[in-house]
């Protein structure tokens, strides 16, 4: 079956400390892997993407993902997090054949302490 | 930077009662989706909506729920008759026609309470 998991409900990290988000899927097909933030009243906006090519991507707010076929992860990193991070991240996959479906995790929420 | 827009951001109703959720796509995408979240459950994949006609739909998405383009720019999502367990975060999003392009751009979310 396809699906997501997000072993993390609930992160608190200090501000300025590294931070790491788990992913990790089933997907019969390639995947295409997402990472969304949602702040409060927000709606859900995309960070990161993984189509092919370099396992490495790099997103917007400084953050970067790393996908690992052999351990089907998709991690989301930043090396030093702000107090503006603090948000709810949403892992996600799709599919070529399957554009626009998307199959989310059960979201991490991050604290951020001063 | 477009964006969809979603109204209303909060709506309540009695159970039983007709609900419609707008959402303004962006202006130049083709394809249409509506998912849903339950309060401490994931993002579930409701509907999706290419050429004016439904192009996949979930389980959830039965026959208390209908979806539309009246017109060039709004994208609604119906619900016939409320349920409790209806009550959620309704998600619009859209995406361009281009490939490889399977990036959804989402909207800030309706939410539904179903008293």
């Known amino acids: 079956a396809q699906s997501v998991t997000q072993p993390d409900i609930h992160i608190t990290v200090s501000e300025g400390a590294s931070l790491e988000l788990r992913c990790n899927y089933s997907y019969g097909a390639t995947p295409y892997l997402f990472w969304y933030v949602q702040s409060p009243g927000q709606g859900l906006q995309l960070l990161l993407k993984y189509f092919s090519g370099d396992t490495l991507v790099q997103g917007i707010k400084g953050f970067e993902a790393e996908f690992k076929r052999s351990q089907s992860s998709f991690n989301l990193r930043k090396p030093s997090v702000h107090w503006s991070d603090a948000a709810e991240y949403f892992c996600?996959?799709?599919?070529?054949?399957?554009?626009?479906?998307?199959?989310f995790g059960q979201g991490t929420e991050l604290s951020v302490k001063p | 930077e477009p964006e969809v827009t979603q109204t209303p951001s909060h709506q309540v109703t009695q159970m039983g009662q007709e609900v419609i959720l707008r959402c303004v796509p962006i202006s130049n995408h083709l394809y249409f989706y509506w998912y849903r979240q339950i309060l401490g459950q994931k993002v579930e994949f409701l509907v999706s909506?290419?050429?004016?006609?439904?192009?996949?739909k979930s389980e959830i998405f039965d026959d208390q729920f209908s979806v539309e383009r009246p017109d060039g720019s709004n994208f609604t999502l119906k619900i016939r008759s409320t349920k409790l367990e209806d009550s959620a975060m309704y998600f619009c999003?859209?995406?361009?026609?281009?490939?490889?392009?399977?990036?959804?751009?989402f909207g800030a979310g309706s939410r539904l309470t179903v008293l």
């Open positions: 909506f290419y050429n004016n006609e439904i192009s996949e």
């Open positions: 999003a859209s995406r361009g026609g281009s490939s490889g392009a399977n990036v959804l751009t």
């Open positions: 996600a996959v799709g599919a070529v054949n399957q554009g626009g479906k998307l199959i």
